[in-house]
């Protein structure tokens, strides 16, 4: 192996072959319940899209340089569904607090810095370059009420190569004054410039999506029309969903005529349908709720670490997957400490173990569960999550054909036993285990961020 090379897309990725092959021992989703696991396979490569793994590398493949790391684990890019990218800077910070008061010292404060575009620019380089060298490859971001700020954002993750659904958030009740749009009107003229001037700049790989922070900080009137907006446009929401049971008594308040928080968002259009919509957390959902996001085609960012350390509870992802609910993972930071969809998967599985241990207490419906509700969650079930099962909001995630092609290359020889491992065994490690430094290439949409060149690169025998 060499040095590591940067080919971001930004700089010398344009040099780098559309069509080519990875080999190495490759892992990747095909249910939630079932990993392919391949020593020594071949993983195709065509114009930025999977074209299959493959024991041996078919005749048509042999033209297509091959980039030869037998030995390392090659994974899918992961998904992130659920990040705030003005919480990087305080991460690991106020995390004795409930979620409320969280929000109140050191959230708001915090974001109130970014109607600054130099202060924007410092914090948000941050953030960007942290996910670009960790195993994420797709994300759903909020950033703050901040036009400009939010397109400084925008800007940074296009530059980056990843490839993000990002928004400008929409407040105008219940916050701090420097975060509080003047009124719903002001807050639905701000949204829309701020779309019109992200048109403009004709991001391949940053797409926006309208965010409106939750329903206690965004009037009936601001819902209704960032709804119809969203309809009109085409466009995705992304929010938060029934995170806190101070928070959902707090919308039985301020909604009353809504069956139930999923409900109110439904009755403003902001709740799936033809567009997609990402609610975060769904900790305490009750049985409609949970039969309409199954309806709407709702996907749930579980964040298993924020929900921990802002003592939310604990979400019953076994059964929203059983009823076969889109879920996927979401780092949530800073209310999650790691920008690492890997930390999340191993929390994910602690979480659930826990929630058996407590067993009804812990149950989000009041209807309580049936026992297989309680079934602690598998590796195969976490890395579906953060790989496929978050992925299939973008057409990502797994190494199935016609998927886009997003994968990471790890070394882990740093994680070896004394004992033989399988490539199912390191890829468990991996979760549990791995740090940036284990990544040695990442690509999104088929282009190359950084890799590790082997020296064998062309070899294309398939022997």
Same mark, same amino acid.
Not at 3 to 28: C, E, H, Q, W
Not at 264 to 270: H, M
Not at 280 to 297: M, N, Q, S, T, Y
Not at 345 to 353: F, L, T, V, W
């Given at each position: 192996?060499?040095?590591?090379?940067?080919? /971001?897309? *930004?700089?010398?990725?344009? &040099?780098?072959?559309?069509?080519?092959?990875?080999?190495?021992?490759?892992?990747?989703? &095909?249910s939630p319940e079932e990993l392919s696991c391949r020593e020594g396979a071949f993983l195709v490569c065509r114009e930025g899209v999977c074209g299959g793994v493959f024991p041996r590398l078919p005749a048509e493949y042999s033209p297509? +340089?091959?980039?030869?790391?037998? *030995?390392?684990?090659?994974?899918?890019g992961l998904t992130d569904l659920h990040i705030h990218a003005s919480q990087f800077g305080f991460r690991g910070l106020g995390m004795d607090m409930e979620l409320l008061d969280w929000l109140e010292k050191r959230a708001f404060p915090e974001e109130a810095k970014f109607?600054? *575009?130099?202060?924007?620019?410092?914090?948000?380089?941050?953030?960007?370059?942290a996910l670009r060298r960790g195993p994420g490859a797709r994300f759903c971001v909020f950033a703050t009420i901040h036009t400009e700020a939010t397109l400084i954002l925008q800007d940074l993750l296009e530059e980056s190569g990843l490839v993000s659904m990002t928004g400008k958030l929409s407040m105008d009740r219940n916050c701090p004054e420097a975060l509080r749009e003047k009124s719903a009107a002001g807050a639905l003229k701000n949204a829309e410039e701020w779309l019109d001037l992200s048109e403009k700049r004709n991001y391949r790989n940053t797409r926006p999506i309208l965010t409106p922070r939750f329903i206690p900080s965004?009037?009936? !009137?601001?819902?209704?029309?960032?709804?119809?907006?969203?309809?009109?446009?085409?466009?995705?929401?992304? /929010?938060?969903?029934?995170?806190?049971?101070?928070?959902?008594?707090?919308?039985?308040?301020?909604?009353?005529?809504?069956?139930?928080?999923?409900?109110?968002? #439904?009755?403003?259009?902001?709740?799936?349908?033809?567009?997609?919509?990402i609610?975060?957390?769904?900790?305490?959902?009750?049985?409609?709720?949970?039969?309409?996001? &199954?309806?709407?085609?709702?996907? @749930?960012?579980?964040?298993?670490?924020?929900?921990?350390?802002?003592?939310?509870?604990i979400a019953p992802v076994r059964r929203l997957l059983n009823l076969g609910i889109a879920v996927g993972l979401g780092t949530d930071v800073a209310g999650? @400490?790691?920008?690492?969809?890997?930390?999340?998967? $191993?929390?994910?599985?602690?979480?659930?173990?826990?929630? &058996?241990?407590? $067993?009804?207490?812990?149950?989000?419906?009041?209807?309580?569960?049936?026992?297989?509700?309680?079934?602690?969650? *598998?590796?195969? !079930?976490?890395?579906?999550?953060?790989?496929?099962?978050?992925?299939?909001?973008?057409?990502?995630g797994s190494?199935?054909?016609?998927?886009?092609?997003?994968?990471?290359?790890?070394?882990?020889?740093?994680?070896?036993?004394?004992? +033989?491992?399988?490539? #199912? !065994?390191?890829?468990?490690?991996?979760?549990y285990l791995s740090e940036d430094r284990h990544i040695i290439g990442k690509w999104v949409r088929g282009r190359p961020l950084f890799m590790i060149m082997p020296e064998n690169r062309f070899e294309n025998t398939g022997e």
């Open positions: 192996m060499q040095k590591m090379t940067d080919v /971001s897309t *930004g700089r010398s990725a344009g &040099k780098f072959p559309a069509n080519f092959v990875l080999r190495g021992d490759i892992a990747y989703s &095909k297509f +340089p091959l980039y030869d790391y037998r *030995g390392k684990l090659i994974i899918p109607h600054d *575009g130099g202060y924007a620019r410092r914090a948000y380089g941050l953030f960007v370059e965004c009037s009936d !009137e601001l819902l209704y029309s960032l709804g119809k907006l969203a309809q009109d446009r085409g466009l995705p929401v992304q /929010s938060h969903l029934s995170e806190n049971r101070r928070e959902i008594a707090w919308v039985r308040e301020l909604c009353p005529g809504a069956s139930h928080y999923a409900g109110a968002y #439904r009755d403003f259009g902001l709740f799936g349908g033809e567009a997609p919509a609610m975060a957390h769904c900790v305490w959902p009750e049985d409609e709720e949970l039969a309409l996001i &199954k309806e709407r085609g709702v996907f @749930i960012a579980h964040c298993p670490q924020s929900n921990a350390n802002v003592a939310s509870g999650g @400490i790691h920008s690492s969809i890997f930390r999340a998967m $191993g929390d994910a599985i602690q979480a659930s173990k826990l929630r &058996k241990v407590l $067993g009804p207490a812990a149950e989000g419906s009041p209807s309580g569960g049936a026992e297989e509700d309680y079934r602690p969650l *598998g590796l195969e !079930e976490a890395f579906w999550m953060g790989s496929a099962g978050g992925g299939a909001l973008f057409n990502a190494f199935e054909e016609g998927r886009e092609f997003d994968a990471l290359v790890l070394d882990d020889g740093d994680l070896a036993a004394p004992f +033989p491992l399988s490539v #199912r !065994e390191r890829l468990e490690r991996a979760v």
